[in-house]
């Protein structure tokens, strides 16, 4: 059984998406600590032929917080002003009616809670997506590890027999010895996007969220380029 772990970002890029694709069980990884300035609360669209990025406004708390005690400051309507301009930034896009299907579910989200918010969004992109994978939360598995050991402790109580890392954690796991320390395999998702049409682009821009590959693909051909190899 493949396993996937990941914390739980805000409208997350497509090898968030790829990386679920490929796995039987993911795993939200919401009792990690909040992180400022990190995609947790963030990610970023095209606005104007620019980058532009989206922040979910979280009200203050200690640096130790976790992400699943991380609150929404909703004393603002942030998410109606945010979905309008998510929509006129993409009006002339040719699927902007499959973008307002996720916009309109988006909006209509009503969590105090970051992480909450963002597993909404990511399990609903995912059931469009169709896929099949099955969503687990570290907060229910009662874990007191740490870094590398917490990981083997979450693969060692779902009964994982392989352990599929994004790319970017093979520093510290090589440097905590993973492979010495179990029997489980590991193997990197080395994912690179693929570069898609973007509507009034001369230049491709990458890694943005997987809502601008929504809206110049739609919801079919996303599924097939989000599922890439």
């Not at 968030?16 to 669209?45: E, M, P, T």
């Not at 993409?90 to 918010?117: A, C, G, M, R, T």
Request: overall charge positive; charged content about 25%.
């Amino acid at each position: 059984m493949k396993c996937a772990i990941m914390q739980p970002t805000y409208f997350p890029w497509c090898g968030y998406f790829n990386l679920i694709s490929k796995s039987n069980v993911f795993v939200f990884l919401n009792d990690a600590q909040y992180s400022k300035g990190s995609w947790h609360n963030r990610n970023v669209i095209i606005v104007n032929n620019n980058r532009y990025t989206l922040t979910v406004p979280i009200k203050k708390s200690s640096l130790t917080t976790s992400i699943v005690n991380k609150l929404v400051d909703n004393s603002t309507d942030w998410k109606k002003k945010q979905a309008k301009m998510i929509i006129q930034a993409y009006s002339k896009h040719p699927f902007v009616d499959d973008l307002h299907l996720l916009i309109d579910f988006f909006e209509k989200l009503n969590f105090q809670n970051l992480s909450e918010l963002n597993t909404a969004i990511i399990k609903f992109i995912s059931k469009k997506l169709n896929l099949k994978t099955n969503f687990l939360y570290s907060n229910d598995l009662n874990l007191i590890d740490k870094r590398t050991t917490k990981i083997l402790e979450i693969l060692n109580k779902i009964n994982a027999t392989v352990y599929l890392s994004p790319e970017g954690s093979k520093k510290y796991l090589k440097e905590d010895r993973f492979e010495e320390l179990t029997d489980i395999k590991l193997l990197f998702n080395e994912y690179q996007s693929i570069e898609y049409e973007q509507k009034n682009q001369i230049k491709f821009i990458e890694n943005l969220s997987i809502i601008d590959v929504i809206a110049n693909l739609g919801w079919i051909k996303t599924e097939n380029y989000v599922k890439q190899k």
